[in-house]
């Protein structure tokens, strides 16, 4: 074999790539010092991602497996990227088109094909997801989803925990998989630089100046539509070119070479702790979007034909045989190695079992922490001390006590911190968010553990998805229900989904609290929202709802110790009242998820309620008790999971119910119970389940109007009458 035809001398020095003696090639600037064997792994990983790829493919054609989209045209950049970044030291949120990134850093071929026949053994997701959807524990590569660009923000929070874990003093020396250079690795294609999402990742990295590395590989088209038409100019590296902090590399995404040299200065500088980088790396697709696209519908054949030219794959082969590095006849024996491995690999991969049916739902919640269980239940032996507190100062002081046993706790969202600008503190009051339910938490902790975000409620939670999978323990904030929406994709399609999707491989414990719900006048359209089935509908995740500041408490600090994803809902009508105030229970207060609680007790009817209707049940029932009317209250407090036993036990008793809530009517939560109730207890009935809620409309500003939409202690006194006289 050839080593020294076009070189001058040959240097004996350590490979860039394993440590391990090379032959280093003198005198070649072009060669960027890489050894030989270097030069021919690198072609060995392109040629090996591109026979994966083609393999798929042709297992799509005969129905062996059931989805392909290759990383065709992306190989140059990916492989330079593994070489350049560290697996399992550094982290990963590739994109679908990665393939040869992952196979660089580790990932086998045969781990890759137990994904394409969605084997049990799939490392990624463990049969769950579709192929090409990276995810590997060992090599800190985080579990990929389908939506194009919703990882972003998650490795902006994957990198952020690293920065906090540096400012906060009780975490140092205590984190095991924090290393002080190291680098979170994001991709996306052209067409993701348009998600919204894709700035605001920007926004903060380059504000925190955060060690995010960013690749966009853009190969011309997000699936038909061109890159002119998807950003202004063509060009995205012109247009973030001016972000602060950012360090911004253009290069021909198919030369491997040219590629390892801009990936190199990208990940010098995050590890230089300057700010994060952005390559952008122009590519080419080879190949249709997925098997589902045809290519040949939207583009040109002359078009195909000039990619074809600039394949990475046979440019860099014939590179190799160019500068003779390698004859044909070895590149040619190279290839059969790689096409014997893909083979072998397929035949295992194509013999392993898919998961058994019966562990579909295996992990929509953890498997370790039961929040419903004996171990978050002490409500019975609950000590109260001290003057009563509303609402709003329970839920302070478990935030305190919390963040006091726990330093991993960070509280952050729009206006929770006292004062963003520390010199002022001194100045200032303070203002601990919209309703003061965070006030005084950052002096007592500080601005690494309690902060202002953007007002971007979908950054929000994508960064508090990342710290959460790297350990911390996020509380964040939604101002207000009404603006939750913008975070939809990353509650919906991340936060519920993390731990299920990949098997249990990955996890994302955190709370959103989130001020709900209407009865305060003048709150209008946008600040009354109450659509809390939108979200119990949602496995993985689970949905709070105090009625009273003790229950606020209890059911905060479970929550908070808990180990699934958690929207913790506080009615913005009850953060002051006066009736549901309570002295402050013990630091270790806690009420399980799941139980709900008998507020009245009664043997002619029942009603199912939660939120601000509790008290307006209670005043209700109070109504008709002159009329020989005893009615019980059953006051859910947790959505999601709800007490079923509880119900049964009441309906079982008064043989008349009603659900009451504060939802519109239509397809609002009470729909739910009201149906299994039907369906689970029809014959201890002897009245249709009735239902009172809001109007199917939305609620309005002016206080006559707002108080006909949502259901008022007259609408449910006249429901329990009716219903009684049934």
């Known amino acids: ?38 030069l021919l792994h690198i072609y060995r990983n392109m040629y090996l991602s591109r026979r994966l790829d083609d393999k798929e493919l042709q297992l799509k054609g005969q129905n062996r497996i059931f989805f392909q989209i290759s990383g065709a045209g992306h190989e140059a950049i990916l492989t330079a990227a593994g070489m350049v970044l560290r697996p399992g030291y550094d982290w990963f949120y590739p994109y679908y088109r990665d393939r040869a990134l992952c196979l660089q850093l580790g990932m086998t071929p045969l781990e890759q094909l137990l994904s394409s026949v969605g084997a049990e053994k799939d490392p990624a997701s463990h049969g769950r997801q579709m192929p090409s959807h990276w995810g590997h524990r060992k090599l800190n590569i985080v579990s990929q989803s389908s939506p194009t660009g919703t990882q972003l923000l998650q490795a902006v929070g994957c990198a952020e925990a690293g920065y906090r874990f540096e400012l906060i003093e009780e975490l140092k020396g205590r984190v095991l998989n924090f290393r002080e250079d190291e680098v979170v690795y994001v991709s996306i294609g052209d067409g993701t630089s348009s998600e919204g999402e894709f700035w605001e990742a920007l926004n903060t990295a380059s504000n925190l100046k955060l060690p995010v590395l960013f690749v966009v590989e853009d190969n011309g088209y997000a699936i038909s539509v061109p890159v002119e038409v998807q950003t202004a100019g063509g060009d995205v590296s012109r247009l973030v070119e001016n972000f602060p902090n950012l360090q911004v590399e253009s290069v021909d995404g198919t030369d491997v070479l040219e590629s390892l040299d801009a990936m190199r200065r990208a990940a010098h500088y995050c590890r230089e702790r300057k700010g994060p980088a952005l390559v952008h790396a122009r590519v080419i697709r080879p190949y249709s979007h997925s098997q ?5 519908l939207y583009r040109p054949e ?80 609950a000590k109260l001390t001290g003057n009563p507190g509303t609402m709003v100062d329970l839920l302070n002081r478990c935030l305190e006590t919390e963040m006091t046993r726990d330093p991993r706790i960070v509280v952050f969202g729009e206006d929770v911190a006292d004062c963003s600008r520390e010199q002022s503190l001194d100045q200032v009051k303070g203002k601990g968010g919209v309703f003061k339910v965070t006030f005084n938490l950052q002096r007592k902790f500080g601005s690494a553990r309690v902060f202002n975000s953007p007002l971007a409620e979908a950054n929000i939670v994508g960064r508090a998805i990342g710290m959460a999978t790297r350990g911390l323990k996020p509380v964040a904030e939604i101002q207000f229900f009404d603006y939750i929406w913008p975070a939809m994709h990353q509650i919906r399609n991340e936060l519920a989904l993390l731990r299920w999707r990949s098997g249990n491989e990955w996890k994302c414990p955190l709370v959103i609290r989130v001020p709900i719900g209407g009865y305060l006048k003048g709150g209008a359209v946008y600040h009354s929202q109450s659509g809390v089935s939108t979200f119990t509908q949602i496995p993985g995740l689970r949905v709070v709802y105090p009625s009273t500041a003790l229950d606020a408490n209890g059911l905060l600090r479970t929550s908070i110790r808990c180990d699934d994803p958690v929207l913790f809902l506080e009615h913005k009508h009850l953060y002051r009242q ?37 008290q307006r049940s209670l005043l209700a029932a109070r109504q008709l008790e002159r009329q020989g009317i005893d009615v019980e209250v059953i006051d859910l407090r947790s959505l999601s999971p709800y007490d079923w036993e509880a119900i049964a036990r009441s309906v079982k008793k008064t043989s008349r119910v009603m659900v009451a809530h504060e939802d519109s009517l239509s397809f609002g939560y009470g729909a739910e119970i009201a149906a299994r109730i039907a369906a689970e207890l029809f014959e201890y009935l002897d009245a249709p389940v009735r239902r009172v809620a809001a109007l199917d409309t939305f609620v309005a500003y002016a206080p006559q109007l707002e108080d006909a939409i949502l259901p008022q202690v007259n609408d449910v006194a006249r429901a329990i009458a009716e219903l009684h006289a049934y």
């Open 1 to 38: 074999m050839k080593t020294d035809t076009k070189v001058l001398k040959l240097v004996r020095r350590p490979s860039p790539l394993d440590g391990t003696p090379g032959v280093e090639v003198a005198g070649l600037e072009e060669f960027h010092g890489l050894t030989r064997e270097s």
């Open 292 to 296: 589902t696209d045809d290519e040949k």
């Open 302 to 381: 002359s078009e195909r034909a000039r990619d074809a030219e600039r394949d990475p794959v046979k440019c860099f082969g014939a590179l190799l045989l160019q500068e003779e590095f390698v004859t044909s006849e070895e590149l040619q024996q190279l290839k059969d190695e790689v096409d014997r491995e893909v083979i072998e690999a397929t035949d295992q991969a194509l013999g392993s079992p898919q998961p058994a049916p019966n562990t579909a739902t295996n992990f929509v919640y953890s498997p370790d922490v039961d929040p419903t269980g004996k171990d978050f239940d002490n409500e019975k032996k």
């Open 578 to 614: 006066t009736y549901n105030k309570s002295p402050y229970p013990s630091d270790d207060f806690m009420i399980p998820l799941g139980k709900a609680k008998t507020v009245r007790e009664g043997k002619d009817l029942s009603i199912i309620t939660y939120g601000a209707l509790v």
